[in-house]
């Protein structure tokens, strides 16, 4: 008993020093499964919401005409932020920042877990903007996205109630995007002013609802306070760390559950959520491949 106790002694460092060099491997590998054990998920919850059946009918509902005019309006809405990020980055060529948008939408909506944001710092730098001064516009530009959503959606809102007051705080959220430069100025190398704070605010806000109106033209849909609210869902999504692979699923939710609390079904927005998330995937592909191309190219 005591020779087994010595041993049991002997060992216990060497074990639980062993199972120290594991846990972290092991917390790793739980990390890189995560992404992949949600989009398998939510593709279920996808596909038991909409068979195969209906999701073909869904795609022969929309005719080449619908289409083309979706595709339109979402480029400009691409070319509408490209130049928005070409006033905040003065130091690149409008084309430069057109490449940049390109890669970083289409890499943010294909890969989990908002890794996709890496590029815009990645390709940054490739161009020969600093880190820092990088982290800062990027920062600006993701504020001016989420306030044009909430000045969007209040605006929508009040017409729909004919409120007054809601007129008044979109304008009053517009107003804040304004100056969003001044808590920023704290990042080395960051310069901003009003004047190009107004004009990247204006085009954040057209963006947004340049891609809004591609949503309607593509599904023949009426403008509703309902339908923006679940496209502002489905935006957050793919910036949140549980957007999956693709976003398939996680977009798809995010888009319907906000319309569910006003009562629509839940089945029929991740009908028309399932038809917009394809259309924008494909189109981000087509430009973001191109971007690629070119910013890879010695």
């Given at each position: 008993?005591?020779?087994?106790?010595?041993?049991?002694?002997?060992?216990d460092?060497v074990?639980?020093?062993?199972?120290?060099?594991?846990?972290?491997?092991?917390?790793?590998?739980?990390?890189?499964?995560l992404?992949?054990?949600?989009?398998?998920?939510?593709?279920?919850?996808?596909?038991?919401?909409?068979?195969?059946?209906?999701?073909?009918?869904?795609?022969?509902?929309?005719?080449?005409?619908?289409?083309?005019?979706?595709?339109?309006?979402?480029?400009?809405?691409?070319?509408?932020?490209?130049?928005?990020?070409?006033?905040?980055?003065?130091?690149?060529?409008?084309?430069?920042?057109?490449?940049?948008?390109?890669?970083?939408?289409?890499?943010?909506?294909?890969?989990?877990?908002?890794?996709?944001?890496?590029?815009?710092?990645?390709?940054?730098?490739?161009?020969?903007?600093?880190?820092?001064?990088?982290?800062?516009?990027?920062?600006?530009?993701?504020?001016?996205?989420?306030?044009a959503?909430?000045?969007?959606?209040?605006?929508?809102?009040?017409?729909?109630?004919?409120?007054?007051?809601?007129?008044?705080?979109?304008?009053?959220?517009f107003?804040?995007?304004?100056?969003?430069?001044?808590?920023?100025?704290?990042?080395?190398?960051?310069?901003?002013?009003?004047?190009?704070?107004?004009?990247?605010?204006?085009?954040?806000?057209?963006?947004?609802?340049?891609?809004?109106?591609?949503?309607?033209?593509?599904?023949?849909?009426?403008?509703?306070?309902?339908?923006?609210?679940?496209?502002?869902g489905?935006?957050?999504?793919?910036?949140?760390p549980?957007?999956?692979?693709?976003?398939?699923?996680?977009?798809?939710?995010?888009?319907?559950?906000?319309?569910?609390?006003?009562?629509?079904?839940?089945?029929e927005?991740?009908k028309?959520?399932?038809?917009?998330?394809?259309?924008?995937?494909?189109?981000?592909?087509?430009?973001?491949?191109?971007?690629?191309?070119?910013?890879?190219?010695?």
């Amino acid at each position: 008993m005591c020779g087994f106790r010595r041993r049991s002694c002997h060992r216990d460092p060497v074990s639980y020093g062993g199972q120290k060099d594991r846990d972290p491997r092991r917390a790793t590998g739980l990390k890189r499964l995560l992404p992949l054990l949600l989009t398998l998920i939510f593709l279920s919850l996808l596909l038991y919401f909409l068979p195969p059946k209906e999701i073909l009918s869904l795609f022969a509902e929309v005719s080449l005409k619908d289409f083309l005019w979706a595709s339109l309006f979402y480029g400009l809405s691409h070319l509408s932020r490209s130049l928005r990020w070409k006033l905040l980055l003065k130091e690149l060529s409008f084309f430069q920042c057109f490449l940049i948008n390109s890669a970083n939408v289409f890499l943010n909506n294909l890969l989990p877990a908002r890794t996709g944001e890496l590029s815009w710092f990645y390709y940054s730098k490739r161009l020969g903007v600093s880190l820092q001064r990088s982290v800062g516009i990027f920062l600006w530009g993701r504020i001016l996205d989420l306030i044009a959503l909430f000045v969007l959606l209040t605006f929508f809102y009040a017409l729909h109630r004919g409120d007054f007051r809601f007129y008044i705080l979109s304008i009053f959220l517009f107003f804040i995007s304004l100056f969003i430069h001044i808590p920023l100025s704290k990042f080395k190398n960051f310069k901003g002013d009003l004047l190009t704070s107004t004009f990247a605010s204006s085009l954040s806000v057209i963006s947004s609802l340049m891609k809004f109106l591609s949503l309607i033209l593509l599904l023949g849909l009426a403008p509703s306070v309902e339908l923006f609210l679940g496209f502002s869902g489905g935006e957050l999504s793919s910036v949140l760390p549980i957007h999956s692979f693709g976003g398939l699923g996680t977009y798809e939710l995010s888009f319907s559950l906000p319309q569910k609390l006003f009562g629509e079904s839940l089945k029929e927005g991740m009908k028309v959520a399932f038809v917009f998330h394809s259309f924008l995937l494909l189109s981000s592909a087509l430009y973001g491949l191109i971007a690629l191309y070119f910013l890879h190219k010695k």
